[in-house]
């Protein structure tokens, strides 16, 4: 690797020397780094990546801090996002609801490539939780060497410094010695217990926490369960008597609305009926007052554009003033029964 670095570079001066102190510090970087054997970090069904940023989706939040070399501890616990540091030695970890994911919290990123997070250290920020300041990440060697290549050419090294990856060995080993799973477990555990109100949902719990029950609550869930079903079900019957009293108030209000109606229609039937059989010179019907009568005809005045003032009409198509009077093409159209 040494060879090919100087065949590329031979003659270059400043530059030559530049790019070999960044490619040596890549080197450095890469040898320094703590190592975690793998083999060391048990059997959890963890995917290790970083997918959130600022915000996540429901999940568990935890501010760890490094102690005695390797262990770590947790420092805080929260189901809101925790943002940075609050002292040296310290990571934050975000670890969804169902356990299945887990991932450092930066507090800042400035610019990442796919699976790995630019770091330039003579512009990074040292006050802020990045990728860069972190004890869960480790360098990325191939592209920290081609940006510290780019960075010699460009701009004599001030841009180099390298990428850096979440690492996955270094994250499992912190869930694990912070004991972060057991945490989140009992979390959930409690939550799960304080949001089961149903008797389906005290049984899911059981069901659930049946074979792992830290705080009795099993227990306490299946006492739960005939008392909430007994609830339910007086709860249930009420219901079922309001809607039945609601159901039988429709109908009634129906009926005296149909019966009202029915009363209404007898009584204009019954006007309509002594205005028929009084016909007489004079009258007031819909159409205006009667000019003559001749057996089953009235004739009303009625003046309609172009076809005169005065109308013969059936007996029985006339009704009382004010139903209104209507006339299409000459043609008169009684209105709509009542």
């Known amino acids: 690797m040494v060879a090919s670095r100087l065949t590329i570079h031979r003659g270059c001066g400043v530059r030559g020397t530049v790019l070999a102190f960044c490619f040596v510090a890549v080197v450095a970087a890469c040898s320094t780094a703590p190592k975690i054997d793998s083999s060391s970090v048990r059997e959890v069904q963890l995917k290790v990546g970083h997918e959130h940023h ?75 939780y990045t990728p860069c300041n972190s004890a869960l990440t480790s360098v990325h060697l191939t592209r920290s060497v081609g940006k510290n290549l780019i960075a010699a050419f460009t701009t004599f090294g001030i841009a180099s410094g390298s990428h850096k990856k979440v690492d996955s060995d270094a994250v499992l080993h912190a869930v694990r010695s912070s004991g972060l799973i057991e945490k989140a477990s009992l979390a959930r555990y409690r939550n799960d217990f304080q949001s089961a109100k149903t008797s389906r949902q005290l049984e899911q719990f059981i069901a659930a926490y049946g074979s792992w029950d830290p705080d009795g609550l099993v227990s306490e869930a299946a006492k739960a369960v005939p008392g909430t079903r007994a609830e339910e079900h007086r709860v249930s019957q009420q219901r079922l008597a309001a809607e039945a009293r609601a159901e039988a108030d429709r109908k009634r209000r129906a009926e005296e609305a149909r019966r009202r109606e029915q009363e209404r229609r007898q009584v204009e039937l019954a006007r309509i009926s002594r205005l028929r059989d009084g016909l007489s010179v004079g009258t007031e019907t819909n159409c205006g007052p009667v000019l003559e009568v001749r057996s089953n005809l009235v004739k009303i005045y009625f003046p309609v554009s172009g076809y005169g003032n005065e109308h013969w009409l059936r007996k029985n198509e006339v009704f009382p003033a004010g139903s209104g009077c209507r006339f299409v093409n000459g043609r008169y159209q009684p209105p709509k029964a009542i």
């Open 54 to 128: 600022k915000s996540a989706p429901a999940g568990y939040f935890a501010r760890i801090e490094r102690v005695k070399g390797r262990d770590w501890v947790v420092r805080e616990f929260s189901t809101d996002p925790i943002i940075g540091r609050t002292g040296e030695n310290q990571e934050v970890l975000y670890l969804s609801r169902d356990l299945e994911f887990v991932q450092p919290f930066f507090e800042h990123i400035v610019h990442r490539l796919d699976d790995s997070f630019e770091c330039t250290p003579l512009m990074d920020s040292r006050e802020l």
